[in-house]
């Protein structure tokens, strides 16, 4: 088998979107190769990856592949070897018919890049088959009176074989009356033609039998047979005349079965039975004999098939006109079929790809071939798809088309695209071709997790039980699959002395937020962290989110008493003067609460009295005020405790218990107002001047043994003289009382306290008295 190249430049136009677009076909040397038909499957053809100039590990990677023109399987590549091999037994009498050469087209498609490589097969003929008259036997009527020399028409045998596989002589049985002359028609068909050698004579013999026998070009040749009969007739010496040598006609292709063609006319001056005419095909092939029907008494040709131009594009008819006499005349019809627009255009698809990637522009998604059977504008064809999709059709070579992405595909937008590819042809009317495919779009890990918030509050009540659930952060994503699986995790705090990973933990799964230990309003109020989200994409991709944990106060500190301190090595005595009136201060019960809100809010109350009904403790301050004047009668020590209580839920309390001595000549009877107290300072005065003075009157002569009495008297009574002192706080207070937020003050409730506490009457009260009291007591000591 021999391999032969030579180029077919051609060019064709496309229309794309209504507008016409030049496509030149792509620069490839198109091949001829040649196969006998008949040849077993399987069988050689030609080494494409050598003609190509490629290796076959190229042909496997780009996809190579054999398309026929008539999408008919007749070839097949081994991307192993490179081999072009038959799929299947070739008949090159059914592929082609009558048609030589037998040329079958084919393009082999390379991808990435796009490549187009034409070839042609031509099918050789083998003589595989015989000639074939139409009748097994024919008649001739021939005058007696016929001149050597006169010739007779006989009707030609058939043989699907073409070139010199074809008819290429005729012979007649051995006689002495005739030989057979073979004729050439203007296409090269021969066709057989009876010579009359010698006068017959009707009365010496007025029939003859003959064996006619065509013979092929074959090696060896084929033959095939068929007897004439001769009747020798009395003299008939008018032959009929057609009135035309040569018809041609123009059919339709759609034209429906019954339809005249033609009506050929021939005459004869004869009259009787040598006037009568007979018509008849004298050639007829079975292509014809099967698509027209002759009358042969009128010579209607008229359809008995449909025509198709796509098939045949015209036929030749030879149609004989004979007398009763048996002389003949003939001519020949010409019937040129004319296309319609009667064929849809065609749409194969040769490659589809889905799904494609988001975030991938150009990508090609399909490979396919568009082709109309019709000729001229019926096989002008337009290729388009839908305006409001992000694809583009590209024209190739061949009527190629490849449908690509027009720009970056979003998934999270549209995951599936439907496409309608429209191909319509610009014949009268217009046919179309409409193909869908869907293409998916599968998803590339380009979006983030989306917190549904950028920072989140949560509370949790101070005291809980550890491992709660204190609440959960949440986040999506628009991608899909692994690409939008979230994980969810802790990230270092900003602040390295919070120790998050001892107070917090996150479910990675759903996000869920856990105390890990019990948490202490007091000692930690609030803190802060940052939870991250990350996809399970690659390269993975995150978000962050701010989380605020606010501790709320539970009532769990119950009051603590900072005035008068309760653990000292003495109890506290308050001196009140027997002439105080009622509502003197006598002193005022300072508390605290490490609590908040309302736990903190303090209420005073007092709970024992040695003397109920003379003492009062105001609720909201704590102040403790006699509620009536004193008297004579009234006992001299009184023991008083003191109620604190917040107001919680369950509220919380502290008591404390208060010594009050009352005595006489004391101090003044009531507390002045503010206004007053600049007027009753001086007669305060004398009175602090005359206890002065009565200690230093003590007499002159013994004030150094008195000095050293009272000196010895002080160190030895220095626990009695502590008793009448009443201690003073000092720091550190209680780690509790302490104000946890770094500001560096006590809690709402002391500061309110202390505001109280601090007023110009009751600073100036307490100073007066504590001087006073001591003065008292030295003096008592040293009497």
């Not at 019960?589 to 009904?613: C, F, H, I, M, R």
């Not at 009050?660 to 004391?666: I, M, P």
């Not at 007066?768 to 007591?777: D, G, N, V």
Request: glycine residues 6%; hydrophobic residues 40%; contains cysteine.
């Amino acid at each position: 088998m021999e391999a032969g190249g030579e180029r077919f430049p051609k060019q064709r136009q496309v229309l794309i979107l209504f507008l016409l677009l030049g496509v030149a076909l792509a620069g490839w040397e198109s091949r001829r190769y040649f196969v006998m038909e008949e040849t077993e499957s399987g069988s050689f053809v030609a080494n494409l990856a050598k003609d190509l100039g490629l290796g076959v590990e190229e042909l496997a990677a780009r996809e190579a592949r054999v398309v026929s023109e008539d999408n008919e399987p007749w070839l097949q590549l081994d991307l192993q070897t490179g081999e072009l091999i038959l799929s299947e037994k070739l008949d090159r009498e059914e592929m082609c018919g009558p048609t030589d050469p037998c040329v079958m087209h084919f393009q082999v498609l390379l991808k990435k890049p796009l490549r187009v490589f034409r070839g042609e097969l031509l099918v050789r003929d083998i003589n595989d088959h015989s000639p074939e008259f139409p009748e097994r036997e024919m008649t001739l009527k021939i005058l007696e009176t016929s001149p050597p020399g006169t010739v007779f028409p006989l009707k030609t045998a058939q043989d699907w074989d073409v070139g010199k596989n074809n008819i290429q002589n005729y012979n007649i049985s051995h006689n002495s009356y005739f030989h057979v002359s073979t004729r050439n028609w203007g296409d090269g068909r021969k066709y057989p033609e009876l010579v009359l050698d010698k006068e017959l004579d009707r009365e010496e013999q007025a029939e003859l039998r003959l064996t006619l026998t065509a013979l092929d070009g074959g090696s060896p040749p084929r033959s095939g047979t068929a007897q004439v009969r001769i009747l020798v007739l009395d003299v008939n010496d008018n032959a009929p005349e057609f009135a035309q040598t040569h018809y041609q006609v123009q059919v339709p292709e759609n034209s429906p079965v019954g339809t005249l063609v033609v009506k050929v006319s021939a005459r004869d001056l004869d009259t009787g039975t040598n006037g009568e005419i007979s018509y008849s095909l004298f050639y007829s092939s079975q292509e014809i004999s099967t698509t027209f029907e002759l009358s042969s008494i009128s010579g209607e040709v008229r359809l008995i098939k449909k025509l198709d131009f796509e098939t045949i594009s015209s036929y030749e008819l030879y149609i004989d006109a004979s007398d009763g006499g048996g002389l003949s005349g003939k001519c020949s019809v010409s019937i040129e079929v004319m296309d319609v627009n009667d064929n849809s255009p065609e749409l194969t698809i040769s490659s589809l790809t889905s799904p494609i990637p988001e975030n991938s522009p150009e990508t090609e998604v399909a490979l396919f071939r568009i082709r109309d059977r019709d000729s001229g504008d019926n096989g002008r064809m337009t290729c388009s798809i839908q305006n409001d999709l992000p694809f583009l059709l590209k024209p190739s070579a061949e009527n190629f088309y490849t449908l690509v992405t027009n720009g970056a595909l979003d998934r999270e937008s549209k995951a599936q695209y439907n496409i309608t590819i429209t191909v319509t042809d610009m014949g009268t009317p217009r046919l179309k071709t409409e193909h869908n495919i869907t293409v998916l779009v599968s998803d590339v890990n380009d979006n983030a997790p989306a917190f549904t918030q950028t920072s989140y509050t949560l509370s949790v009540r101070e005291n809980n039980s550890p491992a709660l659930h204190i609440g959960s952060v949440r986040a999506t994503d628009r991608d899909a699959g692994t690409n939008a699986q979230v994980t969810y995790s802790l990230l270092p705090p900003l602040d390295a002395h919070v120790p998050l990973a001892s107070l917090v933990s996150i479910n990675p799964d759903n996000g869920h937020l856990f105390a890990l230990r019990s948490l202490d309003y007091e000692a930690l109020r609030a803190f802060e962290f940052r939870v991250g989200a990350a996809d399970r994409g690659s390269p993975a991709l995150s978000s962050q989110a701010l989380v605020r944990v606010l501790v709320v106060d539970d009532n769990d500190n119950a009051p603590f008493v900072l005035y008068p301190l309760q653990n000292a090595s003495a109890p506290c005595t308050e001196l009140v003067p027997r002439a105080a009136e009622a509502g003197y201060l006598v002193t005022k019960v300072v508390a605290v609460d490490g609590d908040s809100g309302q736990n903190a809010w303090l209420s005073y109350q007092l709970l024992k009295a040695t003397e109920p009904g003379l003492f009062g403790v105001w609720a909201h301050n704590g102040e403790v005020r006699t509620a009536r004047l004193l008297s004579e009668r009234d006992a001299a020590k009184h023991r008083l405790v003191v109620l604190v209580k917040d107001n919680g839920e369950p509220p919380l309390s502290a008591s404390v218990t208060l010594h009050v001595l009352l005595v006489d000549g004391f101090s003044q009877p009531y507390l002045p107002a503010p206004e007053a107290e600049a007027a009753d300072a001086a007669p305060a005065a004398p009175l602090t001047v005359y206890l002065v003075v009565a200690l230093a009157s003590v007499s002159s002569l013994f004030v150094l043994s008195v000095l050293v009495f009272v000196a010895v008297r002080l160190c030895r009574r220095g626990g009695v003289a502590s008793v009448s002192r009443c201690s003073v706080p000092e720091g550190p207070f209680p780690g509790h009382l302490v104000d946890v937020s770094g500001t560096g003050t006590l809690s709402q409730s002391y500061q309110y306290e202390e505001r109280t506490l601090s007023g110009t009457s009751d600073c100036s009260l307490f100073l007066e008295r504590k001087m006073a009291r001591e003065l008292f007591l030295e003096a008592s000591l040293s009497s």
